[in-house]
């Protein structure tokens, strides 16, 4: 190996380091309140280390969120691609969530305040979820609501709990606890819709 590669190699190892580094720490604090420092810090390497593989905070927050994005996408798509109920597939989804669920809960949170990149790397997440919740949908008896209406109606009793973990789940993490109570939750919503009370 020679001298040329194995820098290439270090440098590579050494941005990946950063990128979980950073990962890490996002998830415990949040976003937008970690400083480049912090990251050095946490991964032991020097404040200009950080700075040679990413120019910006934006661009290192771009970049790790793009990245994390890119494996929840992926979970997603692969836990749903076998679903054939509606059921099966909002399981499969909080699921692949599950898996990233601290991180997944500040992109909720603060995904307003993201650079574009990053914000458009979130909406991938719910792009792939919504291309099998249409599929989904075609095959089962649901309300006359347009997919995009029900989809909404899912991702925002999902990221409500997330947001307010610490009243539902301040020991521990919100999708564990309340995976069948949300499921079991938005079904009953969609038979009522489907078979409305009729009064007098």
Known sequence: ?????????????TKALLISTAYEIFSERGIQAVRMSDIASAANVSHGTVFLHFNTQEALI???VQYYCRQIAACTHELSEGCHTLRELLSAHLEAISKYELFYKRLVIESRMLP??????????QSALSFHFSLVL?????????ASIL???WMGLVHYYLMNDDLFAPQGQVIARYKTILTDTFLSLLEKESHPRITN
């Not at 020679?2 to 590579?12: D, G």
């Not at 574009?116 to 997440?125: G, L, M, T, V, Y």
């Not at 075609?138 to 347009?146: A, G, Y």
């Open 1 to 13: 190996m020679n001298t040329k590669t194995s820098r290439s190699q270090k440098k590579e190892q």
């Open 62 to 64: 771009a970049e790790v």
């Open 116 to 125: 574009i990149e990053a914000r458009d790397a979130f909406i991938a997440i």
């Open 138 to 146: 075609e095959k089962e008896d649901v309300p006359s609501l347009p």
């Open 151 to 153: 989809f909404n109606m």
